[in-house]
């Protein structure tokens, strides 16, 4: 399928011009949003010659950007050898069609939505995240197609891939397409229901979930927690797998930590939906750790968007940690004292540099004890395997053998002592 697509096959780059619409945002916002959107095309190496912002009150129906403006863009692009068009904005398929073609086949147009999934296949590794991502492509471009595009049978070939008569090749494309994300869905629930079987097996420990804006550091901080090797690059969605590590606090106090897929404002809705399996994982935590970049202009807009992700998938009453990352590299430690104020369960690291690492788990170990409880435990000398459970997992407080049991008072976490006691014999 020829899709529009940042992937560079030959050895020199291809060049790209970006495009911002804007009606009522500021300068320093502008900025900052084509400074993100370069950030996303680089990542997929892909070279910028130039970057065009055009002010309207009201978006153009047919080409979103006003046909006099979208021509000089074409003349320009053509000058400079760009091979695509990007739009900072998400664009209609309509408009992205009706761009295309006053393109011809000059160009290729591409809007942000385009780019994030670009990246997404480039980084997905395991096959959750390769179905997940193949998924949004297509429920992405199944409206988008256009007769410029080639045959999907090509690469989705086999039973069924021919059309009846008088069925035109964008139908047989259409349904080729409609027929396969039926399938990625089918898969995905299996997935979900795996992992729904997974948690169930982890619901006596502590679950802890780093979640933030992509390139936040929640990698670098999983790593320096648990000692661990995840994959860590300065780019935007480095990783996209979910990864989950036992951290051993002391022999009573014990969780689980995981690092989860970045977030970035206007997050597609297709995207959340698709990788609703693998953000299912902050649906069963005990805690969140949102992990902002301290020294981003736009700290507040993207712990914003972090509370608008776990809003939408309706996961925004968890008990949370902001951790206020790359402490190391803050040059006015007032902002520190300014956000103290402003964030008050806030703490501040740097990963790279273990900077209150230590802090940081001890803030996770507070919140852990806060589950506990202290209670009277009696259990008969024949129930070997619960004794040895009090003991390896609780802190005995004392201990009175009697002639036929062992009374026990014991602190430890809620969920464990309740799973003692339902097997306790009565």
């Keep these: 399928m020829s899709k529009q697509t940042l992937k560079t096959t030959d050895s020199k780059p291809k060049k790209a011009m970006l495009v911002g619409v804007f009606t009522n945002t500021s300068t320093l916002d502008q900025e900052n949003q084509m400074n993100e959107l370069e950030g996303l095309v680089l990542t997929l190496g892909v070279n910028i010659v130039d970057r065009i912002i055009q002010y309207k009150k009201r978006v153009d129906v047919k080409y979103f950007i006003g046909k006099g403006k979208l021509k000089s863009i074409y003349e320009a692009a053509l000058e400079s050898r760009c091979t695509y068009i990007i739009f900072n904005n998400d664009i209609s398929p309509s408009q992205i069609k ?4 006053f393109f011809k086949k000059d160009l290729i147009v591409m809007d942000r939505t385009g780019v994030i999934l670009d990246i997404f296949n480039k980084h997905a590794q395991t096959k ?37 008569p008088g069925e035109t090749q964008i139908e047989i494309d259409r349904r080729l397409i409609r027929n396969q994300i039926i399938k990625l869905k089918k898969d995905l629930n299996k997935i979900a229901k795996s992992r729904l079987n997974q948690n169930k097996n982890r619901k006596n420990i502590f679950k802890v979930s780093l979640v933030g804006y992509t390139n936040a550091g929640k990698s670098s901080i999983m790593n320096s927690i648990a ?11 480095a990783t ?3 990864s989950t590590k036992k951290i051993t606090i002391d022999k009573n106090n014990s969780f689980l930590l995981s690092d989860t897929v970045g977030f970035i404002r206007n997050l597609p809705d297709n995207l959340v939906a698709s990788f609703r399996s693998t953000l299912g994982e902050i649906e069963h935590s005990d805690l969140l750790l949102k992990v902002v970049d301290v020294t981003s202009d736009e700290l507040e807009i993207h712990i914003d968007t972090i509370n608008s992700v776990l809003n939408h998938l309706k996961i925004d009453n968890k008990d949370f940690l902001i951790v206020f990352n790359k402490v190391d590299k803050l040059k006015d430690m007032i902002i520190i004292e300014k956000l103290k104020n402003a964030y008050e369960n806030s703490i501040f690291v740097s990963a790279k540099s273990k900077l209150n690492i230590d802090t940081l788990i001890d803030d996770i170990e507070t919140k852990i004890k806060e589950e506990n409880i202290q209670i009277n435990i009696s259990v008969s000398y024949d129930q070997g395997k619960i004794i040895n459970d009090i003991y390896n997992n609780c802190n005995i407080i004392r201990k009175d053998e009697k002639n036929e049991s062992i009374n026990f008072l014991v602190n ?13 014999k009565k």
Excluded: C
């Excluded at 959750?128 to 197609?145: C, G, S």
């Excluded at 430890?412 to 306790?424: A, E, V």
């Design 227 to 237: 000692s661990s090797d995840n994959y860590v690059k300065d780019e935007l969605f």
């Design 412 to 424: 430890g976490n809620k969920k464990i002592i309740n799973k003692i006691l339902s097997q306790i």
């Design 98 to 101: 009706n761009i295309q073609n």
């Design 240 to 242: 996209l797998d979910t």
């Design 128 to 164: 959750e995240a390769k179905t997940q991502v193949k998924l949004a492509q297509l429920e992405y471009f199944l409206p988008r197609l256009t007769r410029q595009w080639t045959h999907l049978e090509r690469q989705m070939g086999g039973v069924g891939t021919r059309g009846g």
